[in-house]
């Protein structure tokens, strides 16, 4: 993932010399991976989690390595189908995934479901047109 792209630091009020503000070469794995050995990409699909800025052909970055809490935004298997969904437990210490999309329900976590977590989203990459 390493890209010949300069880091420039940049104002977002006046402009002012680019050139004097180049730092290093970008490496993208420096800044937004931190466990390297148990980290991957996803390239989402669908828009069940827009509304904390997930969106279709985004491309997440998911830990394995990490603990899953209560509202970690995790990439599980449910029934054999991967999803990206918002990990919750109610005050009956129930758990459930919830979507950041008002359009799709939650889904229920119990012993009937079959559901295996991959790991912790970390970082979303997107397009920004």
Not at 26 to 53: A, C
Request: include cysteine.
């Amino acid at each position: 993932m390493k890209q010949k792209v300069q880091l420039i630091s940049a104002a977002a009020g006046f402009p002012s010399p680019a050139e004097n503000y180049i730092e290093e070469q970008l490496n993208l794995n420096k800044y937004l991976i931190k466990n390297k050995e148990s980290s991957f990409f996803v390239r989402v699909s669908g828009d069940s989690m827009m509304n904390v800025g997930i969106f279709d052909n985004d491309i997440l970055i998911v830990d394995r390595s990490l603990i899953p809490i209560r509202q970690s935004i995790i990439l599980a298997s449910i029934h054999g189908e991967l999803v990206i969904k918002r990990l919750m437990k109610d005050q009956s210490e129930n758990y459930y995934l919830k979507s950041e999309n008002d359009n799709y329900p939650n889904i229920k976590l119990n012993s009937n479901t079959d559901t295996i977590i991959w790991g912790v989203a970390t970082y979303v990459i997107h397009c920004l047109r």
